[in-house]
């Protein structure tokens, strides 16, 4: 198997409705189905959600990343799916998760409200590298709490 890895990094509009309830138990159903299948595909990476947006990052070799990402691109959980970064890596960084969950906080959310402002996700106003990092920190920090 080809072992050259990619990155690929992802925004959306988040489009479930309703109660706190039903949005967390939206989540735990694409957290569920996402852990099993990447597992098995070798894809790794995080998700990262407020009531607004998504942001994804996969990691894993490109057939497999672009064969998950056709099935995620095509759920109507959200929409405006824009892709900012899809580029060679040397090394996973999500390593040791099939799905890492993020989750939410104030400052993410007040983060996100940034990026909506600024760019109503105009792709070519962000970048794959913010987005990666912004996961990347939080989830460091959730590993400490
Ligand atoms: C924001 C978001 C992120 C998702 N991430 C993944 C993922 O990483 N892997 C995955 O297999 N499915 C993911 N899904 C779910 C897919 O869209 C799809 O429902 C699922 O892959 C279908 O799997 P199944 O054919 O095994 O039922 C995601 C969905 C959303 C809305």
């Avoid at 949005?23 to 852990?35: H, N, P, T």
């Avoid at 098995?40 to 990402?69: K, S, W, Y």
């Avoid at 095509?74 to 040791?96: M, N």
């Avoid at 939410?104 to 409200?113: H, K, S, T, V």
């Amino acid at each position: 198997m080809d072992k050259t890895l990619y990155r690929l990094v992802y925004l959306s509009r988040n489009t479930i409705t309703g109660d706190d309830d039903l949005l967390q138990e939206e989540i735990r159903g694409i957290l569920d189905v996402s852990q099993r299948n990447n597992r098995q595909a070798g894809v790794t990476g995080a998700l990262m959600f407020n009531t607004g947006c998504f942001a994804q990052v996969l990691e894993g070799p490109h057939n497999r990343i672009q064969d998950t990402f056709e099935r995620i691109q095509c759920d109507p959980r959200h929409s405006h799916v824009s892709v900012l970064a899809f580029d060679r890596v040397e090394a996973r960084y999500f390593s040791d998760w099939d799905m890492a969950f993020v989750g939410q906080n104030a400052q993410r959310i007040e983060q996100f409200a940034g990026f909506n402002e600024r760019s109503s996700f105009d792709a070519k106003a962000l970048d794959g590298d913010t987005v990666f990092e912004l996961l990347r920190t939080h989830l460091d920090e959730a590993e400490q709490a």
